[in-house]
Structure formats: C-alpha cells, structure tokens
C-alpha cells in the first residue's frame, strides 16, 4: 500500500475544518434543539428531551411557523416551475446570435452581483407606486426570480453548449416536428439538469430572505417569521424549527438525487435494450 505524504494529511485536516465551519452552526442548533422542557438557548444541556419539538406542533403565542412554511413552500413552488420554463426557453433562444443577445446576457447575469437588499426596496417601490398590493406571491415572487433565473439560464446555457444537434437532425430526418423533436428528444436528454435547476430555484426561493425582506407585504415567508422570532422567542423552540426546517431541505434534495438517479437508471436501461434489439 502506497504510504501517504504529509501534504495529504495537512489537506485532508483542511478539508475537515472546512466541513466543520459549514456544518458546526448546524449541528450545534441541532444538538441545542434537544434540550429538556426546563433548557435554554445555550450550553450546558438541561437534560434531553423532545419538547421543544412538540411545542412546534402547539398555538404559539408569537409566530406564524405553520403558515409561513405554507407561503414559503407554495413561493417555492411557483418560482420553480418559473425558473424551468424560463431558463429552457432561453437556453433554447440562445442558441443562435441575434442582434443584442451579449447585451441581454449581461443584463441578467448583473442581477446576480446587485445588492440583494436594493432588489428588494426597487421591487417593493415598483409595485406600490404602481397601485398594485405588495404581496408575497406577486412582488415577493417577481423579487426572488431576479435571483434564481440567472442561475437557471446559466446552466441551460451550459447545458446547451454541449449538447450533440446530431440527435435534433436524426429526428427530423425521421419527420419528427420541432415541437416534437423538443419534447422527444430534446426534454429527455437534459431532464436531469432540468432537475438541477428546478432544485436550485426550489431551495434559493424557500430560504430567500434579503429579495423578500421589503417584498412580502403583510404576510412573512420562513426566513421571514424565523428572523421575527429570533427577537421575541427566548426559547429552544425556535432551535426545534431551524432542525426540522434543516432536514426538510435535506430530503427535498434528497428527492430531486433520487430523481435524477432514477432517470439515468431508466435511460442506461433503455440503452442496453435498444442495443439488444439490435443484436
């Protein structure tokens, strides 16, 4: 067996406080979130207890926990389906030059280096000096797409850059329609990076909080009620919240690997039969 050199160890212990500076306020809030009914905010523990986890589940004397996981969930859902559609439409329109296509480029792309907090206060003044409600499904919502289109289009623009057109020319050699050959051939090639932007409009919308700050009129998003409650809530049951807010991202990305999984499976299966159709 090769012997390690001592650079790799000192990486190697690099790497590991690297993990541990991204992960440590997280399994710290985690650990705090099991202390017992008479624990606080900090170490040491007050016993071991799932109380504060139950205490979720009751009327809450301040916070809208349920209903704003509700708002963010749905915005999350809307601004999703939106960055997909959108992101496709452009990668597919940029795939030819046309007149002011760098121009454009580079205006969607800007929105990604703007303060986040003068996107929200330009949006939230856009819409109430239009006369139109600030709200979080309609300014909120608009606020979060200048920060989650970009990032869809610069993959589909990826994605689209190596993508082979021999199997768009073999299809329309075949009579295939352009809608057709979109839907057929081209939709089922880049489903799994179409899984990768809808994951990332998904979870940059649930735990966006400067774009929606001065968006959201009346009613909070998530972030939104958990920054509230960091003022007036004094005990671990915001710690409880931050836990199962944690892990519900997890399994939401969970989901989406095991989507992409899944189709990639079914792909190479369907390969290896084509190929044994041909034997």
């Known amino acids: ?45 007050r016993g071991v207890s799932l109380h504060w986890f139950r205490d979720l589940f009751e009327q809450q004397a301040v916070g809208d926990i349920w209903g704003s996981f509700g708002r963010s969930f749905t915005l999350g859902l809307m601004v999703m389906v939106t960055t997909v559609v959108v992101s496709v439409m452009g990668g597919l329109a940029f795939r030819k030059r046309f007149a002011g296509s760098g121009v454009l480029f580079y205006l969607v792309i800007t929105s990604l280096v703007i303060p986040s907090i003068l996107v929200s206060l330009g949006v939230g003044l856009i819409f109430s000096q239009s006369g139109l409600d600030v709200h979080w499904a309609s300014s909120g919502f608009g606020s979060q797409l200048t920060w989650t289109l970009p990032f869809g289009l610069l993959i589909m623009f990826a994605v689209f850059n190596r993508f082979d057109k021999s199997y768009e020319e073999a299809a329309r050699d075949q009579g295939a329609s352009p809608w057709q050959t979109i839907r057929h051939v081209v939709l089922p090639i880049i489903a799994p990076s179409l899984i990768g932007v809808a994951l990332f409009g998904f979870t940059l919308s649930y735990d966006e909080f400067a774009r929606t700050l001065l968006t959201a009129g009346s009613y909070n998003t998530l ?10 809530v004094t005990t671990p049951v915001i710690f ?25 499976r079914r792909r190479s299966r369907a390969g290896s039969d084509a190929g044994q159709g041909m034997v």
């Open 1 to 45: 067996m090769e012997k390690r050199s001592r650079a790799f160890y000192v990486l190697a212990a690099v790497f590991g406080l690297f993990l541990l500076f991204l992960y440590g306020p997280i399994i710290t809030i985690g650990i705090l979130s099991f202390q017992g009914p008479t624990g606080g905010l900090t170490f040491p523990m």
């Open 223 to 232: 972030p939104l009620e958990i920054y509230g409650m960091t003022t007036n």
């Open 240 to 264: 409880a919240l931050g836990t199962l807010t944690t892990v519900f991202s997890f399994l939401v990305i969970a989901v989406f690997l095991l989507t992409v999984w899944a189709l990639n």
